[in-house]
């Protein structure tokens, strides 16, 4: 199934504003993560703005679509999304990291209204969406749980335990999707921990597998359609290519913008480039 070139169009350019505002929220509040923020913006904006049944209003509904930030740390584009879907005003978002703010560094599902799951220690995302998804499946109802991981997540070995659990339980409407920007917090992944043969990796976990441009609006929702129709017992990953710190020349690609606060001449350079 294709999305139609409008609307890719309009989901293209809510992502290029997504990327200012978080980048101006991370100036103005000199603290959080840009780099991986910026690279799972497509993967996000479509989950929520097209892909899933969630909504302020069905946020306590047994059947409303869940989607799970595994990787913690990417909470401003997270939080971005929320705010565009209503959850809680937009003008919030400049609380980001601050005392008594509900918009912390890693999401909290007791204080944020939209977050599913408390994430930050890398690795517990998958596992509990394990559990989603086999919990809706006895409730009888066919909603799907996204979760979306980092790359240098992946190193974790819990994550591995809960990829063989979902395919023992027939996870068919559980969706993972990587962020595979391929850099992580100390360097490239292929330095720290190299993990070759990604796609033969889950498929002999017991996964269907899909890879695709992460940065492409009509790709990633191809796979997750693709993803949706293929009932066949089996647990979906979709492996999505990203650049960590994509739109940003100076970022892109480095982990020097894991986590690394912006100055105001950077600031200036990056919306700059953003404008284009």
Same mark, same amino acid.
């Given at each position: 199934?294709? /999305?139609?070139?409008?609307?890719?169009?309009?989901?293209?350019?809510?992502?290029?504003?997504?990327?200012?505002? !978080?980048?101006?929220?991370?100036?103005?509040?000199?603290?959080?993560?840009?780099?991986?923020?910026?690279? +799972?913006?497509?993967?996000?904006?479509?989950?929520?703005?097209?892909?899933?049944?969630?909504?302020?209003?069905?946020?306590?509904?047994?059947?409303?679509?869940?989607? !799970?930030?595994?990787?913690?740390?990417?909470?401003?584009?997270?939080?971005?999304? /929320?705010?565009?879907?209503?959850?809680?005003?937009?003008? +919030?978002?400049?609380? /980001?990291?601050?005392?008594?703010?509900?918009?912390?560094?890693?999401?909290?599902?007791?204080?944020?209204?939209? !977050?599913?799951?408390?994430?930050?220690?890398?690795?517990?995302?998958?596992?509990?969406?394990?559990?989603?998804?086999?919990?809706?499946?006895?409730?009888?109802?066919?909603? #799907?749980?996204?979760?979306?991981?980092?790359?240098?997540?992946?190193? +974790?070995?819990?994550?591995?335990?809960? $990829?063989?659990?979902?395919?023992?339980?027939?996870?068919?409407?559980?969706? $993972?999707? !990587?962020?595979?920007?391929?850099?992580?917090?100390?360097?490239?992944?292929?330095?720290?921990?190299?993990?070759? &043969?990604?796609?033969?990796?889950?498929? $002999?976990?017991?996964?269907?597998?899909?890879?695709?441009?992460?940065?492409?609006?009509?790709? /990633? #929702?191809?796979?997750?359609?693709?993803?949706?129709?293929?009932?066949?017992?089996?647990?979906?990953?979709?492996?999505?290519?990203?650049?960590?710190?994509?739109?940003?020349?100076?970022?892109?690609?480095?982990?020097? #913008? &894991?986590?690394?606060?912006?100055?105001?001449?950077?600031?200036?350079?990056?919306?700059?480039?953003? +404008?284009?």
């Amino acid at each position: 199934m294709r /999305l139609r070139e409008e609307r890719v169009k309009e989901l293209e350019e809510l992502c290029r504003q997504f990327r200012k505002d !978080v980048l101006t929220v991370l100036h103005e509040v000199q603290t959080g993560h840009a780099g991986g923020s910026l690279s +799972e913006c497509e993967i996000l904006t479509l989950l929520y703005m097209e892909c899933a049944n969630i909504s302020k209003e069905n946020q306590e509904a047994a059947d409303r679509d869940r989607i !799970v930030l595994s990787k913690g740390h990417g909470a401003p584009m997270l939080y971005r999304c /929320l705010a565009e879907k209503g959850f809680f005003p937009k003008e +919030e978002l400049s609380t /980001l990291r601050q005392p008594g703010s509900r918009l912390q560094g890693h999401p909290c599902s007791q204080k944020t209204p939209g !977050v599913e799951l408390s994430t930050g220690p890398l690795g517990i995302g998958l596992s509990a969406s394990v559990g989603m998804a086999c919990a809706n499946r006895l409730q009888g109802n066919g909603a #799907y749980v996204y979760t979306v991981l980092g790359d240098g997540e992946l190193n +974790e070995g819990t994550v591995w335990e809960a $990829a063989m659990s979902a395919a023992k339980f027939h996870c068919d409407h559980l969706i $993972a999707i !990587v962020d595979w920007n391929k850099v992580q917090l100390d360097g490239k992944a292929e330095d720290i921990m190299p993990m070759h &043969h990604m796609e033969e990796r889950w498929k $002999a976990f017991g996964w269907n597998v899909w890879r695709c441009n992460g940065h492409s609006i009509a790709e /990633l #929702y191809e796979a997750i359609c693709e993803a949706k129709d293929r009932k066949n017992g089996k647990p979906n990953v979709i492996l999505a290519d990203t650049v960590k710190g994509k739109g940003v020349s100076f970022m892109e690609g480095t982990n020097a #913008y &894991h986590g690394k606060a912006i100055s105001d001449e950077e600031y200036a350079k990056a919306m700059k480039e953003l +404008e284009v």
